[in-house]
């Protein structure tokens, strides 16, 4: 069954340093999406890419955020400069149209040390 | 704005037991749709149900069901004679355009 496949599920770094999420959404889906769960807290959008642009993003999401579709296959999450707050379980999803069920990848849980 | 509220934060019941988790939201949209999703405590997003504004069908689904009622803007899950693997947090979700929130979820514990 296809799935939505991020990388990696566990990543530790330092303050003040880039890190890149990556994701690998289902092949013929065309919606793509990056929400962040704090522990314990609700999850929270964050953006959504269609036809190699954002289409929606949240005020969570500022400079210090991007997102690219580098090849026909990875959706990455960039953060610049990371803060201790941003340390979360971030989860990629895709959908087939923006109207279909969105499916989560198993997210990938970062700490800001 | 669009806004999902779980009032229930936490749900404790016994194995067996029925529980309904509640659901309430906002929207200015005409069409939306609406989900529930489970995170068990390995901590990945498990999908549920879909359901569009335009089908207020309440549906079944073994031991699940969705009651979905426009006139009072709710979508509450129910789980039937609840298992001890029911044990998760249960996030009801709006999805509107390009936009989808989430509720703050609740909590379900099933003891044995």
């Known amino acids: 069954e296809p799935e939505v496949t991020q990388t990696p599920s566990h990543q530790v770094t330092q303050m003040g340093q880039e890190v890149i999420l990556r994701c690998v959404p289902i092949?013929?889906?065309?919606?793509f999406y990056w929400y962040r769960q704090i522990l314990g807290q609700k999850v929270e959008f964050l953006v959504s890419?269609?036809?190699?642009?954002?289409?929606?993003k949240s005020e969570i999401f500022d400079d210090q955020f991007s997102v690219e579709r580098p090849d026909g296959s990875n959706f990455t999450l960039k953060i610049r400069s990371t803060k201790l707050e941003d340390s979360a379980m971030y989860f990629c999803?895709?959908?087939?149209?923006?109207?279909?069920?969105?499916?989560f990848g198993q997210g990938t849980r970062l700490t800001v040390v | 704005a669009q806004k999902v509220t779980q009032a229930q934060t936490e749900i404790s019941v016994v194995e067996k037991e029925d529980v309904t988790l509640d659901c309430v939201y906002e929207?200015?949209?005409?069409?939306?749709?609406l989900f529930w999703y489970k995170q068990p405590p390995s901590g990945e997003l498990v999908f549920l149900i879909r359901?569009?504004?335009?089908?207020?069908q309440n549906e079944i689904s073994g031991r699940y069901s969705w009651n979905f009622q426009k006139s009072t803007s709710s979508f509450n899950f129910t789980i039937t004679a609840s298992q001890v693997v029911d044990s998760a947090v249960y996030f009801c979700?709006?999805?509107?355009?390009?936009?989808?929130?989430f509720g703050a979820g609740t909590r379900l514990t099933v003891k044995p």
């Open positions: 359901r569009n504004s335009f089908d207020e």
């Open positions: 929207t200015r949209d005409t069409t939306y749709y």
């Open positions: 979700a709006l999805r509107s355009f390009n936009d989808m929130r």
């Open positions: 092949s013929n889906h065309l919606y």
């Open positions: 890419f269609y036809n190699n642009e954002i289409s929606e």
């Open positions: 999803a895709s959908s087939v149209r923006r109207d279909r069920v969105a499916f």
